[in-house]
């Protein structure tokens, strides 16, 4: 393209002269003023003239250099930061308008797929703790209906027989409640469908809005059934104290025989009275207990699940607040790691950690428990020091002591037989004051509440702290070593 005798070394002239037409596209008609970030601050760039673009040969072998050395990204780098055209070479881009846009649906989308789990997780909870609640309905339901037919059954077959206690008007008490139970809920449906077809407000027409005469129906019907369990349960404690009664009388009657009373007058009177369900109808007794004793169960598996409804009710309480204080400490802790971002320059996480130096604790062979001293040995310089074990003991993060290595010589080939794993328990240094931690809790100290199990390989992330926790040295590197 260029003849090669032509091709020369750039100069700081030539190289003035290709910044020059770019500074005067912004209006700099004499001179321009130094910016920062110029490299060269002294230098002002010439008066736009004829003669500035008059010399052909002079830019074309500088261009042909500055194409063959690479140095031309350079000038047009150095000469954009002075007009103000480009960025930095280390600026980094901030995101545009549409990829914050993409990253709030993202983000937004991510929520409510949590929230979508975190319902389904709380569902199937519920639904399993009524599963267990309302499990044994059926089968005690069963039960009831059985013990109810056995008792119907002994009734019909000991009808004429007498019995002290109602026992056989309680089991036809039993059929006719049966009977209309379902006949309950049948005109229970029609009377809610004519009230809801006649009324004509919104507020009738919803799924919870029963009726009047709906509501005191349902209320009469519970209480009668509430008081039935109670008669049945009157009934049997009853016939049990009048049999408890009977067996007390026959024992004072064999005690009386024994000592010598005339047996045929005392045995006589009590044979006469006893009338016992136990003794005339035993059949439609034991039906009876069995019959009560799961219609109780019958009725608290019932009143169970409303019984646990306050609970559930607290418990969703309790979840609510919670969460919404776990919220609340994630926005506080974000906004503050936020804060300590701009304050530390938007300074990368990485960038501090790669500047720690990876180190082994050695013992001394001559130190002694009273005064235990170690070497600091670095694992890639070969260079060691010696320094008291009260200064190096333990983490002042963790509060963990540091792994000490057993006494070895450290100047014949322990440097070749210590090296750094990448571990988190390992022991680095800071190159600024020296001082010592383990690699991971520098890491959490630098870059949050993280671990590099939990970033991805490409995340970078900002750091939150950029000082020693012992002596508050900034460890951050010279500015132009990251992007500010």
């Known amino acids: 393209m260029f003849p090669p005798s032509r091709i020369r070394e750039p100069s700081v002239e030539r190289q003035s002269l290709t910044r020059a037409p770019l500074a005067q596209q912004d209006g700099s008609s004499t001179a321009s003023t130094p910016v920062q970030g110029n490299p060269y601050p002294s230098e002002r760039s010439p008066r736009t003239s004829p003669a500035s673009y008059g010399a052909t040969s ?189 067996m007390d009388l026959l024992l004072s009657v064999t005690d009386t025989v024994e000592e010598g009373v005339n047996s045929s007058q005392t045995v006589g009177a009590p044979v006469d009275h006893v009338n016992t369900c136990a003794a005339t109808c035993p059949n439609v007794y034991q039906a009876l207990v069995i019959y009560v004793a799961s219609l109780e169960l019958f009725t608290l598996s019932l009143i169970l699940p409303l019984l646990c409804l306050p609970f559930i009710y607290l418990w969703f309480l309790r979840r609510a607040t919670n969460e919404a204080s776990l919220w609340t400490d994630v926005l506080r802790n974000q906004l503050r790691d936020d804060d300590l971002v701009r304050r530390n320059g938007n300074v990368l996480a990485s960038t501090i950690l790669e500047r720690l130096e990876a180190v082994h604790l050695v013992e001394d062979d001559g130190s002694t428990e009273e005064s235990l001293r170690v070497w600091v040995v670095p694992v890639k310089a070969q260079t060691t020091e010696r320094r008291d074990a009260k200064d190096v003991k333990e983490c002042c993060i963790c509060m963990e002591d540091f792994a000490i290595q057993p006494p070895m010589d450290v100047e014949s080939g322990i440097l070749q037989s210590l090296v750094d794993n990448g571990s988190d328990e390992d022991i680095v240094q800071t190159r600024v004051c020296g001082h010592l931690y383990h690699r991971r809790c520098i890491s959490s100290w630098v870059g949050g509440q993280w671990t590099p199990e939990t970033v991805s390989v490409g995340d970078e992330r900002k750091a939150r702290r950029t000082t020693c926790p012992l002596c508050r040295a900034d460890l951050r590197p010279p500015p132009d070593n990251y992007s500010a």
Not at 76 to 88: F, I, N
Request: a negative charge; charged letters at 25%; proline letters at 5%.
């Open 58 to 246: 002079s830019m074309e072998d500088s261009l042909a250099t500055s194409l063959r050395t690479g140095s031309l990204l350079d000038t047009l780098d150095d000469s954009s930061r002075v007009s103000g055209h480009a960025p930095p070479r280390n600026h980094v881009e901030e995101p545009t308008h549409e990829e914050d846009e993409d990253n709030g649906d993202e983000d937004s989308e991510a929520d409510e797929n949590r929230q979508e789990l975190s319902v389904a997780l709380l569902t199937r909870r519920i639904r399993c703790l009524f599963g267990i609640l309302t499990g044994p309905i059926a089968p005690l339901g069963g039960m009831v209906v059985a013990t109810l037919f056995w008792l119907l059954i002994a009734s019909l077959q000991t009808w004429d027989v007498v019995c002290s206690h109602p026992l056989k008007g309680y089991a036809l008490i039993s059929a006719v409640l049966l009977a209309y139970t379902p006949l309950h809920y049948r005109w229970r449906s029609l009377l809610m469908t004519a009230a809801r077809r006649n009324e004509n407000d919104a507020q009738a027409q919803a799924p919870l809005d029963r009726p009047r005469a709906v509501r005191h129906m349902d209320q009469c019907f519970h209480t009668v059934a509430l008081l039935y369990v109670y008669a049945g349960i009157t009934l049997v404690q009853t016939c049990r104290q009048d049999m408890d009664g009977e």
